[in-house]
T-cell receptor, first 116, second 113 residues
C-alpha cells in the first residue's frame, strides 16, 4: 500500500505570506505527527494527533503555527506570516495505534519550505 | 528519555559490515533503543528496536551490551544505498504519552565503492 505522502514537496514563500502543508497518512493509522527539521539537524517534534484530536502541540514554535486533522485522516500544517527562521523541512509521520502504542512511525518525504 | 551519543560520521567499504555505535549511559530499565535512518531528501525510516536482547531483522542487527549503556547497529553487507544519517533514539515503552521521537544529530554513514 501507499506510504505517507506530503504536498507540496517544495514551497518557496516570501516573508509574511501564509503557507499550508498537507499530509496524507497511511490509511487507517490513528496517530499523526508533525516534525520540523532544520538544516543539519535531526527532526524536532511539533505536534501530535490521535484521530482528529490534537493531543499535544507543545512543540509548535509560535502561535503562527497551526495544525488540524478534521476528519482524522488528512492533516494540514499552516504557518501564518512566514519568517525566515521557518525555513526547514516539515515531516509528517503516522503510526497505526493511538497513544504512542506503536513501535514504528512511518515518515513522509517532507516538504522543504524556503522563506525568502 | 535518556540522551544518546553517536559519532558524527563514519565510512564503510561497500560489501563490508557497517558497525554504528551509540552510547546511552543514562538509559533506564523501561527504555528501548531505536534506530532510524534518513537517506538524503527522504523522511526517516524505522530500522529496528530492542530492550535488552540482541535483535535481528531483514535490515540490520542490534547488539545491546549487558549493562545496556551502549549498543551497536550492524548492517552486515553495506551497499551504496545504505549511505544515510543513522539516528539512535532511546524511548520509553510505547503507551500513554510516550509517542514522541527525540532525534539527535545522528551518524552520517558513507558507504564507498
Amino acid at each position: 500500500g501507499a506510504g505517507v505522502s506530503q504536498s507540496p514537496r517544495y514551497k518557496v514563500a516570501k516573508r509574511g505570506q501564509d503557507v499550508a502543508l498537507r499530509c496524507d497518512p497511511i490509511s487507517g493509522h490513528v496517530s499523526l505527527f508533525w516534525y520540523q527539521q532544520a538544516l543539519g539537524q535531526g527532526p524536532e517534534f511539533l505536534t501530535y494527533f490521535q484521530n482528529e484530536a490534537q493531543l499535544d502541540k507543545s512543540g509548535l514554535p509560535s502561535d503562527r503555527f497551526f495544525a488540524e486533522r478534521p476528519e482524522g485522516s488528512v492533516s494540514t500544517l499552516k504557518i501564518q506570516r512566514t519568517q525566515q527562521e521557518d525555513s526547514a523541512v516539515y515531516l509528517c509521520a503516522s503510526s497505526l495505534l493511538g497513544q504512542g502504542n506503536s513501535y514504528e512511525q512511518y515518515f513522509g518525504p517532507g516538504t522543504r519550505l524556503t522563506v525568502t | 528519555d535518556a540522551k544518546t551519543t553517536q559519532p558524527p560520521s563514519m565510512d564503510c567499504a561497500e560489501g563490508r559490515a557497517a558497525n554504528l555505535p551509540c552510547n546511552h549511559s543514562t538509559i533506564s530499565g523501561n527504555e528501548y533503543v531505536y534506530w532510524y535512518r534518513q537517506i538524503h531528501s527522504q523522511g526517516p525510516q524505522y530500522i529496528i528496536h530492542g530492550l535488552k536482547n540482541n535483535e535481528t531483522n531483514e535490515m540490520a542487527s542490534l547488539i545491546i551490551t549487558e549493562d545496556r549503556k551502549s549498543s551497536t547497529l550492524i548492517l552486515p553487507h553495506a551497499t551504496l544505498r545504505d549511505t544515510a544519517v543513522y539516528y539512535c533514539i532511546v524511548r520509553r515503552a510505547p503507551g500513554g504519552s510516550n509517542y514522541k521521537l527525540t532525534f539527535g544529530k545522528g551518524t552520517l554513514l558513507t558507504v564507498n565503492p
